[in-house]
């Protein structure tokens, strides 16, 4: 079982940073793999990053690359996302994601990662 609570959202203005931090509960075991997803207002959720168990491996949605950066830290079981030059269109709510079947690789499909957090608001204001 993967508990995960995410942090570190809040109102920001265009071109400003922020970073995203997602706690795995102190009882998570095991190797995951992990994503950021986002869902804005009256969209569908979407890929935002993922990062692999052993961070060798990153991949970002086309509109992220270059802005936002996945990383992890796990002695500390939290993995971020920092995300820099913030436009309006990056406001959403943020969802942590893990992904227990590692020898699959990276994904960017949301039906493929089995635990999610709560999600932190992102708004941006321009």
């Known amino acids: 079982q993967v508990q995960l609570v995410e942090s570190g959202g809040g109102l920001v203005q265009a071109g400003g940073s922020l970073r995203l931090s997602c706690a795995a509960s102190?009882?998570?075991?095991?190797?995951?793999?992990s994503g950021w997803f986002r869902q804005a207002p009256g969209k569908e959720r979407e890929f935002v990053a993922a990062?692999?168990?052993?961070?060798?491996?990153?991949h970002y949605a086309d509109s992220v690359k270059g802005r936002f950066t996945i990383s992890r830290d796990n002695a500390k079981n939290t993995i971020y996302l920092q995300l820099n030059n913030l436009k309006s269109e990056d406001t959403a709510l943020y969802y942590c994601?893990?992904?227990?079947?590692?020898?699959?690789?990276?994904?960017?499909?949301?039906?493929?990662?089995?635990?999610w957090g709560q999600g932190t608001h992102v708004t941006v204001s321009t």
């Open positions: 994601a893990a992904d227990r079947e590692v020898w699959n690789g990276l994904s960017y499909r949301a039906n493929d990662y089995e635990y």
């Open positions: 102190e009882r998570t075991s095991g190797i995951y793999n």
């Open positions: 990062i692999a168990w052993n961070s060798e491996n990153t």
